[in-house]
């Protein structure tokens, strides 16, 4: 094959071959494609890029994935990914087990350092503290010199104000008080007045400063000191006053022999009084010496209450127990409050009953009707007996008297049948005539029938 050298080719169109069966270029949307006469794409081989726009080889990049790949995993070991740059969560740590990405674990540092930073003490004072602190035991040293009130004060400076306290108190002498305001001492006639100056007073009266001075009282043994205005201080030696104590606590004494505290003689008596009131109001009450609930015992109700308050509403219970059945009773009938006896009157008389094995049951009663045919009944089906009997706890003789009125008579016996009147078994009967305390006996008159008719006397045997 013959070499064409240094021609110029214009009009080529967009897919040149070189050769019968060589390799074409082929222009197409702006790129060049090298295509084998198969119609695959072929290499280019050219030489390693150098400008910014050369083209690089295979060789150059892969030489630079080599060196990328190498960083990612000195970046990744580094930073503490895995292999393929996943995160690995934190585990036991302080701050750092919710973190879900480095991001996120700085996040969480640098919220944890906010708060601790929050905490902390800072040398430029920027930051106050929030509460009480305690030194431990351990002094605060290297302190300046305080400023304001609520500045903390070194040694040297409390030292150096009492020590000036001191000296401001110079001891003179001795005073006596006038015994009225019109006679107050002038203590501007002493001889000593510069500020500091101190007086003990040894009487007790009033005092003024200068002729024009108000009178004031000071009391023996306090101290008058001259202040720096040319007045005069008192300083409360004895019976000193507490605040908002007046009428409950007093206080006696001296700085000198010492103050005594106690309670004002007249609160004494008010805590005495008021101790009386109270023993009466527990006596009153049936309450304990300490104030406790004294228990009942042996009572109707409130056995059980453990109060005043709970013996009050036992005993409401059983008022309105008692309330509601006499709420249930008529005026016809009256009951014993154990419900053993009960006595009711109806249109035709009056019944009593009693209590017989649960039952209620009706024992006798009075028959209303004619006044000829009103009787007192009583049932036996419910007694063995009818028993008329006198019972006293004193008496030794006790009557039972049937008194008719007028020409009534006392009648034994139903009408058609036999009445009986018998000794009990044994003993004799007795029927006897009336006598008086005169000793005039009265008669005894046996007659059979009354009346116009008369019946025969049987003596020791049946008519």
Do not use: C, W
């Not at 390799?23 to 198969?38: D, N, T």
């Not at 920027?126 to 305080?146: C, E, H, I, K, W």
Request: charged share 20%; aromatic share 8%; glycine share 14%.
């Amino acid at each position: 094959m013959a070499f064409i050298k240094n021609f110029g080719l214009i009009g080529v169109g967009s897919d040149v071959q070189f050769g019968k069966n060589g390799g074409r270029v082929v222009s197409e949307e702006g790129l060049f494609k090298l295509i084998s006469a198969q119609n695959e794409l072929m290499r280019l081989q050219v030489a390693d890029g150098v400008g910014a726009n050369d083209v690089a080889t295979f060789g150059q990049l892969d030489a630079l994935d080599t060196r990328l790949s190498g960083l990612i995993d000195n970046i990744n070991t580094a930073v503490g990914l895995s292999e393929n740059g996943e995160f690995i969560p934190f585990s036991e740590t302080n701050y750092l087990d919710d973190a879900t990405s480095v991001a996120s674990a700085l996040a969480l540092i640098d919220a944890a350092l906010k708060t601790e930073f929050g905490k902390a003490i800072l040398h430029d004072g920027s930051v106050a503290f929030t509460g009480d602190q305690s030194m431990g035991g351990y002094r605060l040293t290297n302190l300046g010199a305080p400023v304001d009130d609520t500045d903390a004060a070194t040694k040297l400076y409390v030292d150096t104000a009492i020590q000036n306290l001191g000296n401001a108190f110079a001891y003179v002498g001795t005073v006596a008080g006038g015994e009225s305001e019109e006679e107050a001492f002038d203590l501007s006639t002493l001889a000593t007045t510069n500020s500091g100056a101190y007086y003990k007073v040894a009487t007790g009266g009033y005092f003024k400063v200068g002729e024009e001075g108000t009178p004031f009282y000071a009391n023996s043994n306090d101290g008058l000191v001259f202040n720096t205005s040319g007045g005069v201080d008192i300083i409360d030696n004895t019976n000193s006053v507490v605040s908002g104590t007046e009428g409950f606590i007093t206080v006696s004494g001296s700085s000198d022999t010492g103050f005594v505290v106690d309670l004002d003689e007249a609160f004494k008596e008010r805590v005495t009084d008021l101790e009386t009131t109270v023993a009466a109001a527990l006596t009153g009450a049936g309450l304990e010496e300490d104030g406790s609930f004294a228990a009942f015992e042996g009572s109707n109700y409130v056995d059980s209450a453990t109060s005043l308050k709970s013996a009050i509403g036992l005993l409401d219970e059983a008022l309105k127990e008692v309330a509601d059945d006499l709420a249930g009773l008529t005026q016809d009938e009256i009951v014993s409050l154990d419900g053993l006896t009960s006595v009711r009157a109806d249109n035709t008389g009056v019944q009593f009953k009693v209590n017989v094995d649960g039952i209620r049951t009706q024992v006798g009663s009075i028959v209303g009707g004619e006044a000829t045919d009103s009787a007192f009944e009583i049932d036996l089906s419910t007694a063995g007996e009818v028993r008329f009997e006198a019972i006293s706890e004193t008496a030794t003789d006790v009557d039972i008297r049937l008194v008719p009125q007028g020409n009534g008579q006392v009648i034994v016996g139903e009408t058609g049948s036999n009445g009986v009147i018998q000794a009990d078994d044994g003993y004799a009967l007795v029927l006897a005539g009336g006598d008086n305390a005169a000793g005039v006996a009265g008669d005894l008159i046996l007659k059979a029938g009354v009346g116009q008719t008369y019946g025969a006397i049987y003596i020791g045997g049946d008519a």
